[in-house]
C-alpha cells in the first residue's frame, strides 16, 4: 500500500478512536452541526494498484430565518502510481426565511479545482429562489433556481488554455430521507447550463446512503458524478466510508 494513502487511512483511525461527539438535530436550542465523512475504494492484484479517497467536512448554523452551510470536499487517487484525481471544492450557501416559509431565498458562493476534471480553477458565486416541496419529520424535498457567475480557466481539450466568464442557470434538487434515524438517504444535485450555450453545461451530482452504527458514527455509501461539457470531461465515484456527526 502507498505510504500517503497509509497516512491517511491512519489519520481517519485515530480521528474516529477519539473523536467524542454526541447525536442530535436541529431544534429550538441546538442549532450547529459539524461533519465529516471519508469514503474510498482501494483496488491491489498481483498487476494494477489504484485507490480513491472522498472526504467532506461540512459546518453549518440553523437559524429560525437565516440559515448558513458550509462544505470543503477533496477527492484523491492514484492508479499504477500516476495521479488520477486530485479534486478540491469549496461551497459556502445562505438560506433566508427557509425554516419558515416555503418560498425562500438563498445566495452561494463556490470554488473548485480539478486535475480530474481539467479544471485550473473556477469561481461562482449568485442569488435565486427556493421551495420547499416536501417538509415532514422523515422526508424533505427542496427545489431551488437561480443565476450564478461563473469566471474559469479550464484545459480545453482543442485549444488548450481557455480563460472565460459566463452566466450560468442553477437548479438544483435536494432531498433528505431517514427511516428511524438509522437509514438515511440523502443528496445535491445540481444543473447549470450557460445562459449563452445550453452546451455549455455542468452536472454535480452527490447522494448518499448511511446506516447509524451509535450515536455518532455511521458506515455510508456515497455516489459522485460530475460533467463539464466544456472540457469534454467526467468522473464517476462509488465509495463506502464512515462519518461522524455533531450537533450542539
Known amino acids: 500500500m502507498p505510504d500517503d494513502l497509509k497516512k491517511i487511512i491512519y ?76 479534486d478540491l471544492s469549496f461551497f459556502a450557501n445562505v438560506d433566508y426565511l427557509k425554516n419558515v416559509r416555503s418560498l425562500y431565498y438563498w445566495a452561494l458562493l463556490n470554488f473548485d479545482e480539478s486535475y480530474s476534471l481539467k479544471i485550473n480553477y473556477r469561481f461562482q458565486s449568485g442569488i435565486g429562489i427556493g421551495y420547499t416541496i416536501i417538509k415532514v419529520p422523515y422526508l424533505t424535498l427542496v427545489a431551488s433556481d437561480g443565476f450564478v457567475y461563473e469566471t474559469s480557466d479550464l484545459t480545453d481539450p482543442v485549444i488548450g488554455k481557455d480563460i472565460y466568464q459566463t452566466v450560468r442557470n442553477s437548479f438544483r434538487l435536494k432531498y433528505h430521507w431517514s427511516y428511524k434515524n438509522i437509514l438515511t438517504l440523502e443528496g445535491t444535485n445540481f444543473a447549470q447550463p450557460s445562459v449563452i450555450s445550453f452546451k455549455d453545461y455542468i452536472l454535480k451530482f452527490n447522494n448518499t446512503l448511511s446506516v447509524k452504527l451509535n450515536k455518532w458514527l455511521s458506515v455510508n455509501a456515497a455516489v459522485t458524478y460530475n460533467k463539464i461539457n466544456r472540457t469534454q470531461r467526467e468522473n464517476l465515484l462509488i465509495t463506502y466510508g464512515l462519518s461522524i456527526d455533531k450537533y450542539f
Open 11 to 86: 489519520a481517519l483511525i485515530l480521528s474516529i478512536c477519539y473523536s467524542k461527539v454526541s447525536f442530535s438535530q436541529f431544534n429550538d436550542s441546538v442549532h450547529h452541526r459539524f461533519s465529516f465523512s471519508s469514503s474510498g475504494i482501494l483496488n491491489k492484484t498481483n498487476d494494477v494498484s489504484s485507490y480513491v479517497l472522498n472526504n467532506l467536512a461540512s459546518f453549518e448554523i440553523n437559524q429560525k430565518k437565516l440559515s448558513f452551510n458550509t462544505s470543503a470536499n477533496w477527492i484523491y487517487g492514484k492508479q499504477q502510481k500516476k495521479l488520477s484525481n486530485n
